[in-house]
Nanobody
Framework: VQLVESGGGFVQPGGSLRLSCAAS????????MKWYRQAPGKEREWVAR????????GYADAVKGRFTISRDNAKNMVYLQMNSLKPEDTAVYYC????????WGQGTQVTVSS
Protein backbone atom coordinates (compact mmCIF):
# COMPACT_ATOMS: atom_id res chain seq x y z
CA VAL A 1 0.00 0.00 0.00
CA GLN A 2 1.28 3.42 -0.91
CA LEU A 3 -0.09 6.91 -0.41
CA VAL A 4 1.93 9.64 -2.09
CA GLU A 5 1.00 13.24 -1.42
CA SER A 6 2.16 16.11 -3.63
CA GLY A 7 1.38 19.66 -4.62
CA GLY A 8 2.48 21.52 -1.53
CA GLY A 9 4.61 24.61 -1.57
CA PHE A 10 5.06 28.16 -0.39
CA VAL A 11 2.20 30.57 -0.92
CA GLN A 12 1.23 34.00 0.32
CA PRO A 13 -1.88 34.51 2.44
CA GLY A 14 -4.95 34.51 0.26
CA GLY A 15 -3.34 32.21 -2.28
CA SER A 16 -4.34 28.77 -3.48
CA LEU A 17 -2.82 25.33 -3.79
CA ARG A 18 -4.10 22.01 -5.03
CA LEU A 19 -2.84 18.92 -3.25
CA SER A 20 -2.91 15.47 -4.80
CA CYS A 21 -2.72 12.02 -3.27
CA ALA A 22 -1.93 8.97 -5.37
CA ALA A 23 -3.10 5.71 -3.81
CA SER A 24 -2.02 2.21 -4.72
CA UNK A 25 -2.04 -1.29 -3.28
CA UNK A 26 -5.70 -1.44 -2.29
CA UNK A 27 -9.11 -1.11 -3.92
CA UNK A 28 -9.29 2.65 -3.79
CA UNK A 29 -12.93 2.98 -4.81
CA UNK A 30 -14.07 0.96 -1.78
CA UNK A 31 -12.73 3.40 0.79
CA UNK A 32 -13.69 6.83 1.92
CA MET A 33 -10.64 9.09 2.08
CA LYS A 34 -9.52 11.80 4.43
CA TRP A 35 -6.98 14.59 4.40
CA TYR A 36 -5.18 15.39 7.62
CA ARG A 37 -2.59 17.99 8.54
CA GLN A 38 0.03 18.44 11.22
CA ALA A 39 1.44 21.80 12.12
CA PRO A 40 4.76 22.17 13.96
CA GLY A 41 4.33 21.33 17.62
CA LYS A 42 0.69 20.33 17.20
CA GLU A 43 -1.27 17.10 16.97
CA ARG A 44 -2.30 15.78 13.58
CA GLU A 45 -5.86 16.90 12.79
CA TRP A 46 -8.55 15.90 10.36
CA VAL A 47 -9.19 18.39 7.57
CA ALA A 48 -11.60 16.88 5.04
CA ARG A 49 -13.41 13.66 4.20
CA UNK A 50 -14.95 12.25 1.02
CA UNK A 51 -17.18 9.23 0.52
CA UNK A 52 -16.34 6.34 -1.78
CA UNK A 53 -18.29 7.81 -4.67
CA UNK A 54 -17.47 11.41 -3.93
CA UNK A 55 -21.08 12.44 -3.40
CA UNK A 56 -20.60 13.20 0.27
CA UNK A 57 -17.93 15.43 1.79
CA GLY A 58 -17.16 16.90 5.17
CA TYR A 59 -14.79 19.54 6.46
CA ALA A 60 -13.27 20.72 9.67
CA ASP A 61 -14.66 24.07 10.77
CA ALA A 62 -11.27 25.72 10.28
CA VAL A 63 -11.30 25.05 6.53
CA LYS A 64 -15.00 24.97 5.68
CA GLY A 65 -15.81 27.21 2.74
CA ARG A 66 -12.17 27.47 1.69
CA PHE A 67 -11.09 23.87 0.97
CA THR A 68 -12.68 21.38 -1.40
CA ILE A 69 -11.96 17.65 -1.42
CA SER A 70 -12.53 15.57 -4.53
CA ARG A 71 -11.55 12.21 -5.95
CA ASP A 72 -11.08 10.37 -9.22
CA ASN A 73 -11.64 6.66 -8.73
CA ALA A 74 -10.48 5.87 -12.26
CA LYS A 75 -7.08 7.32 -11.41
CA ASN A 76 -6.94 6.31 -7.72
CA MET A 77 -6.45 9.93 -6.79
CA VAL A 78 -7.83 12.24 -4.13
CA TYR A 79 -7.38 15.99 -4.22
CA LEU A 80 -7.60 18.95 -1.88
CA GLN A 81 -8.20 22.35 -3.43
CA MET A 82 -7.18 24.99 -0.91
CA ASN A 83 -8.25 28.59 -1.46
CA SER A 84 -7.95 31.73 0.66
CA LEU A 85 -5.02 30.21 2.48
CA LYS A 86 -4.07 31.56 5.89
CA PRO A 87 -0.81 31.35 7.84
CA GLU A 88 -2.53 28.95 10.24
CA ASP A 89 -2.96 26.50 7.35
CA THR A 90 0.80 25.95 7.40
CA ALA A 91 1.35 22.24 8.01
CA VAL A 92 2.32 18.94 6.49
CA TYR A 93 -0.72 17.48 4.75
CA TYR A 94 -1.46 13.76 4.55
CA CYS A 95 -4.12 11.58 2.95
CA UNK A 96 -5.48 8.38 4.46
CA UNK A 97 -8.01 5.71 3.61
CA UNK A 98 -10.78 5.51 6.21
CA UNK A 99 -10.83 2.24 8.10
CA UNK A 100 -7.41 1.08 7.04
CA UNK A 101 -4.36 0.89 9.25
CA UNK A 102 -1.84 1.76 6.58
CA UNK A 103 1.27 3.71 7.40
CA TRP A 104 1.19 7.43 6.83
CA GLY A 105 2.76 8.71 3.64
CA GLN A 106 5.51 11.28 3.63
CA GLY A 107 3.05 14.14 3.39
CA THR A 108 3.43 17.39 1.50
CA GLN A 109 4.50 20.63 3.14
CA VAL A 110 2.28 23.69 2.82
CA THR A 111 3.70 26.99 4.00
CA VAL A 112 1.55 30.12 4.01
CA SER A 113 3.50 33.26 4.76
CA SER A 114 4.02 36.77 3.56
Amino acid sequence: VQLVESGGGFVQPGGSLRLSCAASGFTFSRYAMKWYRQAPGKEREWVARISTTGDSTGYADAVKGRFTISRDNAKNMVYLQMNSLKPEDTAVYYCKAVGRSDSWGQGTQVTVSS
